[in-house]
């Protein structure tokens, strides 16, 4: 039988879970690939992969759909690196460009600015030569990934995104979870999850193993992955996705 393809995001919030698939031995019965999260999504969709760790705003585009484990990429305050940075005041902010490899971070900035800050901006789409430095006195852009903590410091405002949200809703935020395009066997997944858990519950471990490389490293590394990211998909986390893909879906 053909390995399962496994599609996971190549940040730093996802290393708990390479360290897991990989302590425990499970990415050897896999295939396993990083990618930006939209590229995650593109291979779900086009069935290149048989599991993404997909940002949500891309579950409704999906034909079929199973959300299969306990763990998620979700934020009960401040994320750190979902930004809206600009170098204005929030008021006087016209153009708002997005970025382009993220779907839920899009729509979650859209989703406040329809229902939390009672505004309308300009929406510009980005590629990836765009420079998301280089913009203008009354324009922001929506930054995700490691790269805010080594942008930041070039604007003069910040906005966490995910403490806008639960300001919003009282709800944390779900950016990304794992999810297959077909049914699977329910050892199969069971395995996946313990695996996804021998991560989630070593972070010092996992900081000794990624936190020389990258951007976010040593003490700062284990800071965000405790503090800023929240790993376990339960109820409230289950009903923040609900409230946000009912709000995305009137935008």
């Known amino acids: ?3 399962i393809r496994i599609s996971a995001v190549k940040y ?3 290393y708990p879970f390479i360290y897991g698939l990989k302590e425990s031995g499970f990415d050897k019965r896999v295939i396993l690939e990083t990618d930006h999260p939209a590229d995650c999504a593109a291979k779900l969709i086009d069935g290149r992969v048989d599991i993404g760790l997909i940002p949500v705003a891309v579950l409704p585009l999906m034909k ?8 998620c990429i979700g934020a009960n305050w401040n994320v750190r690196t979902v930004l809206l940075l600009s170098s204005c005041p929030f008021e006087e902010i016209r153009n708002i460009y997005l970025d382009y490899r993220s779907r839920s971070s899009v729509n979650l900035t859209k989703v406040l600015a329809k229902n939390s800050w009672k505004r309308e901006f300009n929406w510009i789409n980005t590629s990836k030569a765009f420079d998301f430095r280089n913009i203008g006195p009354n324009e922001a852009v929506v ?35 794992w999810t297959a395009n077909k049914v699977l066997d329910n050892e ?8 996804l858990q021998l991560g989630v519950n070593n ?14 490293k040593g003490e700062i590394l284990s800071t965000y ?5 929240d ?9 923040g996705l609900k409230l946000f893909l009912e709000l995305m879906g009137k935008l």
């Open 1 to 3: 039988m053909d390995k």
């Open 12 to 14: 730093a919030n996802t």
């Open 64 to 71: 079929e759909y199973h959300i299969i484990s306990d763990y």
């Open 143 to 177: 930054l995700i990934g490691d790269q805010c903590f080594e942008f930041e410091n070039s604007f003069r405002y910040k906005i966490d995104l995910a403490r806008e949200w639960k300001e919003f809703s009282g709800l944390p935020f779900v950016f990304a979870c």
């Open 188 to 195: 199969f997944i069971k395995d996946f999850n313990k695996a």
């Open 203 to 216: 972070i010092d471990a996992v900081v000794e193993k990624f936190g020389k490389t990258g951007i976010i």
């Open 225 to 229: 992955l405790v503090e800023n990211i």
């Open 231 to 239: 790993y376990n998909f339960n109820d409230e986390k289950k009903a």
